[in-house]
């Protein structure tokens, strides 16, 4: 994977995640990362994955969006992808009956440290089909979790919880202005714009890209016009 864009404010999260992971601790542990949508839980855990697995890992995967996978593919395939692509076995997920993991596929775990995230899981049952027997993992493996709902690392007593919480106003009003006018200083003209857009976005990023990119190719009457009728974004809750 590759993220491509400008990223901001993460570098100090990436760095509050790796000391949760205890890299280098000989146990198995599983990490949450919490937060409501937008707020860049995948962002920050696929910036984890890039930076970690290929050089603190024997094998590894990410499964993108396990709760619409989930509900549109079923658990078993889940289950086939995620062990296919640690194992480095396609046939793996060729398989046309129900996948039960052998004894010997165990075994060749068990000598694997391995670092999977599981991306946007919204319940403990998806979490469990898809990590049960963990503990069959080398010493020194990591599992990451991103969810909009604790209950699923509450219920599966995830090792550590990580709250992602929005940016603060500086990276707001820098990210809203790469989106909005492609520099991340614009004139001093529209610093009411600026102020009403970062208000309204709250810190969440997936806002704040979309509410600039909307705004990019308007002009300041219609950029005024249209966040005067924007209606405020809820409490963020969790």
Same mark, same amino acid.
């Given at each position: 994977?590759?993220?491509?864009?400008?990223?901001?404010?993460?570098?100090?999260?990436?760095?509050?995640?790796?000391?949760? +992971?205890?890299?280098?601790?000989?146990?198995?542990?599983?990490?949450?990362?919490?937060?409501?949508?937008?707020?860049?839980?995948?962002?920050?855990?696929?910036?984890?994955?890039?930076?970690?697995?290929?050089?603190?890992?024997?094998?590894?995967?990410?499964?993108?969006?396990?709760?619409?996978?989930?509900?549109?593919?079923?658990?078993?395939?889940?289950?086939?992808?995620?062990?296919?692509?640690?194992?480095?076995?396609?046939?793996?997920?060729?398989?046309?009956?129900?996948?039960?993991?052998?004894?010997?596929?165990?075994?060749?775990?068990?000598?694997?440290?391995?670092?999977?995230?599981?991306?946007?899981?919204?319940?403990?049952?998806?979490?469990?089909?898809?990590?049960?027997?963990?503990?069959?993992? #080398?010493?020194?493996?990591?599992?990451?979790?991103?969810?909009?709902?604790?209950?699923?690392?509450?219920?599966?007593?995830?090792?550590?919880?990580?709250?992602?919480?929005?940016?603060?106003?500086?990276?707001?009003?820098? +990210?809203?202005?790469?989106?909005?006018?492609?520099?991340?200083?614009?004139?001093?003209?529209?610093?009411?714009?600026?102020?009403?857009?970062?208000?309204? #976005?709250?810190?969440?990023?997936?806002?704040?890209?979309?509410?600039?990119?909307?705004?990019?190719?308007?002009?300041?009457?219609?950029?005024?016009?249209?966040?005067?009728?924007?209606?405020?974004?809820?409490?963020?809750?969790?």
């Amino acid at each position: 994977m590759h993220i491509n864009g400008h990223l901001i404010g993460i570098e100090k999260t990436i760095k509050e995640i790796e000391s949760k +992971l205890c890299i280098g601790i000989k146990d198995v542990r599983i990490i949450g990362i919490w937060g409501m949508g937008g707020i860049g839980k995948t962002t920050l855990a696929s910036a984890v994955f890039q930076r970690l697995s290929y050089f603190q890992f024997e094998s590894y995967c990410f499964l993108w969006n396990v709760r619409e996978e989930y509900l549109r593919r079923g658990p078993n395939y889940l289950r086939k992808k995620l062990l296919s692509e640690l194992l480095s076995d396609e046939s793996i997920l060729r398989m046309d009956t129900p996948f039960v993991a052998s004894p010997f596929i165990h075994d060749k775990l068990s000598r694997k440290k391995v670092l999977i995230v599981l991306d946007d899981v919204d319940s403990s049952i998806h979490l469990e089909a898809l990590v049960e027997g963990y503990d069959h993992f #080398a010493p020194g493996s990591r599992i990451i979790v991103t969810t909009r709902n604790m209950q699923v690392l509450i219920k599966k007593e995830a090792d550590d919880i990580y709250k992602l919480a929005g940016l603060n106003e500086t990276e707001s009003l820098e +990210l809203f202005n790469l989106h909005a006018f492609g520099k991340s200083s614009p004139s001093k003209d529209y610093e009411l714009l600026l102020n009403r857009a970062t208000s309204y #976005a709250d810190g969440n990023p997936l806002a704040l890209k979309v509410l600039g990119s909307f705004l990019h190719s308007k002009s300041t009457d219609e950029r005024e016009s249209a966040l005067k009728k924007l209606k405020p974004l809820p409490t963020r809750t969790f």
